[in-house]
């Protein structure tokens, strides 16, 4: 039997602009032992969020930055393999943040059990997991939208954007989504049920959005910043709430840049709200219970991008997400070798 | 008897950063006469806003943009002189938007009649008028500041700045204004009661509010934007409010410039919001009622700066507005000859 190595891939370097390759190191190391109240996962599966890059970077912000020669941070699913814990049991399939490595100690604190029986298990990184339940609470308790309005989403064909338009639907709203490419936005509007689908790529963001919300922008679910911002600010509607969930256009522009037009919020009477998704750890079994029986009565799709690889393809998979090159969640799954 | 003569003040050119000399003309006209339901007032002090410089760009905003060859817009103090309207008779004092102009005809429309025993005429136009009711609406109802909380003021000399930080005290949170200048600072602290002042044109701003405010910033009241606004974003306290009252720093500004760090917002789970102080038109009473006891009682001090001029010297006015020369509200009081 050989012996089982746990690779690693560790920060490096704080990187400007995209992370480069040698902005990471891979170090292998022995497979630790579980002490007395811990356990021992083998992480099958990793979420690429683009979230990530701002971890990245050192200040201010919702987290501590993952620190240079640290492995670098990473919610997975992972299945228990060696156990000293009561609450938990070789075999069980477990969600948490632990990190990109092949294993992982864990206590148990902020990891939690997923039923594959449910759904599989990437399902569980995306509309069961912490991307649909940052739809769930940022658009419906930061938004707060009202049948009949119209809720436009930046970033719609990734893993939270995709949700949020098919939660306004539910909701009785009219669900605009921002998007690259006639593909994804064809999908938004054939599979998601999205009223329209707006394809940046095409150009005159402004336009298209004054074409397919003539009467302005009510809740806009913003992922992606930038032009997307600048255009549903310009179109708010009176009283209309801008919420701030990501900021992926930015996230790799060490210039950074604010929307010039932000006094547009004036003349709107409007509001932009930022919320962290953490916050809301209390009520996230209400928020997966909902998502469930959507997801389960067919109201809610959902869609993993799975590529297969290993902890050394974690770089270039995140150099996908900021490519645009996923539709839905993407998930890093490691191969079971 | 020499025939009175109307002199107005028209916008001639959309101005590029700060008005210039040939952005306005001026006509003497004929003083008109009032139709049945009208009555001519003769305008005695002009209110100089920072607005004014946005009501003179084409493009959405709160108020349609004034025409070019139209009488500027301007809020003032005037006397009637002629009255065939059963509501207001010669002689009364009241306030309106009578425009840059001596005279103006009215029909009631938007004319309040102002009690000049209870404070002289331009107390009306500062602290018992639209800045002062700026300060409170913006202030208690957007921003929401409870006891203990740091509440932190641009433009703090300025006509709402001034007032937004008394109220504050008076709400028993911690008031920082942010001003320009020395003299105006130590006004703040030492005339108005606000707890520390910072001196943007000493520098290091970020340093300085950090100073100030250890604990971070639970509402700021933004009267400027760009630097002031980042700063303020940079230091936000959990869950703080940002009320966005003006931005005097980028009226003059083609280029704009938003906040690059706003997302800062998502860090701080924070919102930052806009309002129109003309949606609290059905509260105003309420709101004078409540400046005029603070004001009568001492809790609350007035100031204004009386610019002695004509209608012609109104562009001069507006600058002086913009470069921040003016401790207070600014008016321009038209000669009586």
Same mark, same amino acid.
């Given at each position: 039997?050989?012996?089982?190595?746990? !690779?690693?891939?560790?920060?490096?370097?704080?990187?400007?602009?995209?992370?480069?390759? !040698?902005?990471?190191?891979?170090?292998?190391?022995?497979?630790?032992?579980?002490?007395?109240?811990?356990?021992?996962?083998?992480?099958?599966?990793?979420?690429? *969020?683009?979230?990530?890059?701002?971890?990245?970077?050192?200040?201010?912000?919702?987290?501590?930055?993952?620190?240079?020669?640290?492995?670098?941070?990473?919610?997975?699913?992972?299945?228990?393999?060696?156990?000293?814990?009561?609450?938990?049991?070789?075999?069980?399939?477990?969600?948490?943040?632990?990190?990109?490595?092949?294993?992982?100690?864990?206590?148990?604190?902020?990891?939690?059990?997923?039923?594959?029986?449910?759904?599989?298990?990437?399902?569980?990184?995306?509309?069961?997991?912490?991307?649909?339940?940052?739809?769930?609470?940022?658009?419906?308790?930061?938004?707060?939208?009202?049948?009949?309005?119209?809720?436009?989403?930046?970033?719609?064909?990734?893993?939270?954007?995709?949700?949020?338009?098919?939660?306004?639907?539910?909701?009785?709203?009219? +669900?605009?989504?921002?998007?690259?490419?006639?593909?994804?936005?064809?999908?938004?509007?054939?599979?998601?049920?999205?009223?329209?689908?707006?394809?940046?790529?095409? @150009?005159?963001?402004?336009?298209?959005?004054?074409?397919?919300?003539?009467?302005?922008?009510?809740?806009?679910?913003?992922?992606?910043?930038?032009?997307?911002?600048?255009?549903?600010?310009?179109?708010?509607?009176?009283?209309?709430?801008?919420?701030?969930?990501?900021?992926?256009?930015? $996230?790799?522009?060490?210039?950074?840049?604010?929307?010039?037009? $932000?006094?547009?919020?004036?003349?709107?009477?409007?509001?932009?709200?930022?919320?962290?998704?953490?916050?809301?750890?209390?009520?996230?079994?209400?928020?997966?219970?909902?998502?469930?029986?959507?997801?389960?009565? @067919?109201?809610?799709?959902?869609?993993?991008?799975?590529?297969?690889? *290993?902890?050394? *393809?974690?770089?270039? +998979?995140?150099?996908?997400?900021?490519?645009?090159?996923?539709?839905?969640?993407?998930?890093?799954?490691?191969?079971?070798?």
């Amino acid at each position: 039997m050989v012996t089982p190595v746990n !690779t690693q891939c560790r920060l490096a370097a704080r990187p400007v602009g995209l992370a480069k390759p !040698t902005d990471w190191t891979f170090t292998d190391q022995a497979v630790p032992n579980p002490a007395d109240g811990e356990f021992l996962v083998r992480v099958e599966y990793l979420s690429i *969020d683009p979230a990530m890059r701002t971890w990245m970077n050192a200040g201010r912000s919702y987290v501590p930055p993952v620190e240079i020669g640290a492995v670098m941070r990473a919610a997975g699913i992972a299945r228990v393999v060696e156990s000293r814990h009561a609450d938990f049991a070789v075999g069980d399939e477990v969600y948490g943040v632990f990190g990109v490595q092949r294993y992982a100690l864990a206590d148990g604190r902020g990891v939690t059990r997923v039923d594959t029986t449910l759904a599989p298990a990437p399902v569980h990184l995306g509309v069961l997991g912490i991307s649909g339940l940052t739809a769930y609470f940022g658009l419906l308790d930061i938004g707060r939208p009202e049948p009949g309005q119209t809720v436009v989403i930046s970033g719609a064909a990734g893993s939270v954007g995709s949700v949020v338009g098919q939660i306004a639907r539910i909701k009785g709203c009219r +669900a605009i989504g921002i998007a690259g490419g006639e593909e994804k936005c064809r999908w938004l509007v054939d599979e998601l049920g999205f009223d329209a689908a707006i394809d940046y790529k095409a @150009g005159d963001l402004h336009a298209q959005l004054k074409a397919h919300a003539p009467n302005g922008v009510d809740v806009f679910f913003d992922n992606v910043g930038g032009e997307a911002l600048e255009a549903a600010l310009a179109r708010l509607a009176r009283g209309g709430r801008v919420v701030l969930c990501g900021a992926v256009s930015q $996230y790799n522009n060490a210039a950074g840049g604010g929307p010039a037009n $932000y006094m547009q919020l004036l003349v709107a009477r409007g509001s932009m709200t930022g919320f962290v998704i953490f916050d809301y750890a209390d009520r996230y079994a209400e928020g997966v219970a909902q998502l469930a029986t959507w997801l389960g009565n @067919g109201e809610l799709r959902s869609r993993e991008d799975v590529i297969a690889g *290993d902890v050394t *393809d974690f770089p270039d +998979a995140l150099l996908t997400l900021f490519r645009g090159a996923n539709t839905g969640k993407l998930v890093l799954a490691l191969s079971t070798e």
